[in-house]
Nanobody, 123 residues
Framework: VQLQAYGGGLVQAGGYLRLSCLAS????????MGWFRQAPGKEREFVAA????????LYADSVKGRFTISRDNAKNTLYLQMNSLKPEDTAVYYC?????????????????WGQGTQVTVSS
């Protein structure tokens, strides 16, 4: 599975962005998908995940209520709508795919990774 994340950019605090992740797999609908982020000098951390079965979602506490993960299986695309952005959201954002259930928050739980897209939130 090849993943390509895009949609990052520079935005002011309080603004919004929508990230997208295009997957190559013809069986995209059978993959649990996740978003992670990595700020400079920090470890990669979980942001959100959505399972292929029932579309169940998980969110990190730090983004709950501000970010929304969704997927369009017909377009092989994963999304992350990010609202009310804060400077601490600045990071490289990665999409990831997992062939198993349930959705997980650990990086080790994902088999495939995209190349990342930079999100910078200015104060």
């Amino acid at each position: 599975v090849q993943l390509q994340a895009y949609g990052g950019g520079l935005v002011q605090a309080g603004g919004y962005l929508r990230l997208s992740c295009l997957a190559s797999a013809r069986t995209f609908s059978r993959y649990t998908m996740g978003w992670f982020r990595q700020a400079p000098g920090k470890e990669r951390e979980f942001v959100a995940a959505i399972s292929w079965r029932l579309g169940s979602t998980l969110y990190a506490d730090s983004v709950k209520g501000r970010f929304t993960i969704s997927r369009d299986n017909a377009k092989n695309t994963l999304y992350l709508q990010m609202n009310s952005l804060k400077p601490e959201d600045t990071a490289v954002y990665y999409c990831a795919a997992r062939s198993m259930l349930p959705a997980t928050t650990t990086t080790a739980g994902y088999d495939y990774w995209g190349q990342g897209t930079q999100v910078t939130v200015s104060s």
